[in-house]
């Protein structure tokens, strides 16, 4: 067995906004929710409106706008940068615990978001013009396990629940990054780095058809879950094998 590093005080869950554990019930119990609704048909005019309003108003010029920014959304470039921000703040501090957040971000997006996105099998709004052509109202139905796995994975969206985790790590890791330069994050900064993008996120896959709007809000809702969950973790007190003492420096801001 691996011997560890002494705690440097008792294990404490950090605090994350908005307080308690209310919130954190209420994310997993609206998905819940919200999924049993689509099982049971419910929200299909809702998304079958917001889906047919924005093939009505999607000229080229907006069209092309719309898929540049939900670049934005994109997990395997926001896990790149977020990995990097880790590394570039683990050799400046000589820590590894930066290195603890993307990693462990890697793992609950990966073990979330994909095997759901599996499970729950519905197709999006455009599998009715384009592979495999189904109709209309066969594009809305979750659990349709008929289907190969690369037409049924709509719900939910992955791009806005990666958006949502992996701004949250950028802003977790940027901040003590820029405070060992010299300088201070602004917290509306940090505000903006973690809500503006999902938010554009959820707008655009929602405006181009990629997803339903309820594949966007169960995003949403999985996408909170999570960054609430990597916000908890006290990074600076996890114990660590002592091989890696001489790596064991604190790097996030106390409360």
């Known amino acids: ?9 008792n294990l404490r869950l950090q605090p994350v906004r908005p307080a308690g554990w209310w919130f954190d019930a209420l994310l997993p119990a609206a ?3 919200l999924t ?3 099982t049971a048909g419910w929200f299909f005019g809702i998304d079958r409106a917001v889906a047919d309003w924005a093939d009505a108003h999607r000229p080229t010029a907006a069209w092309w706008v719309a898929a540049v920014l939900n670049y934005l959304g994109q997990g395997t470039p926001l896990t790149l940068i977020a990995a990097g921000l880790g590394v570039l703040l683990a050799i400046r501090l000589r820590s590894v615990r930066p ?3 993307p990693v462990a971000a890697f793992v609950l997006t990966y073990l979330t978001i994909g095997p759901l996105k599996v499970w729950t099998a519905r197709p999006a709004p455009s599998a009715s013009v384009k592979e ?5 109202a066969q594009t809305l139905p979750l659990f349709q396990d008929d289907l190969p796995v690369r037409f049924a994975q709509s719900y939910p969206s992955g791009h806005v629940a990666n958006a949502i985790v992996w701004y949250g790590v950028i802003a ?5 990054l820029l405070a060992s330069l010299g300088r201070t994050m602004p917290r509306r900064v940090v ?3 973690r809500i503006v993008p999902p938010t554009v996120v959820l707008c655009t896959t929602t405006y181009l058809g990629w997803h339903w709007l309820t594949d966007s809000v169960a995003g949403l809702l999985l996408g909170l879950l999570l960054d609430r969950i990597l916000h908890r973790v006290p990074w600076d007190d996890l114990p660590l094998p002592r091989r890696l003492q001489r790596w064991d420096i604190p ?5």
Do not use: I, S, Y
């Not at 067995?1 to 005080?9: G, K, P, Q, S």
């Not at 495999?132 to 209309?136: C, E, K, R, S, Y």
């Not at 977790?172 to 003590?176: G, V």
């Not at 790097?251 to 409360?255: A, I, L, V, Y």
């Open 1 to 9: 067995m691996r011997e560890t590093t002494t705690v440097r005080r």
């Open 172 to 176: 977790l890791l940027l901040a003590p």
């Open 251 to 255: 790097f996030t801001e106390r409360p």
């Open 31 to 33: 998905l819940v929710g």
């Open 36 to 38: 049993a609704a689509l």
């Open 99 to 101: 290195l603890l957040v």
């Open 191 to 193: 505000l903006a780095v």
């Open 132 to 136: 495999p052509f189904l109709p209309p």
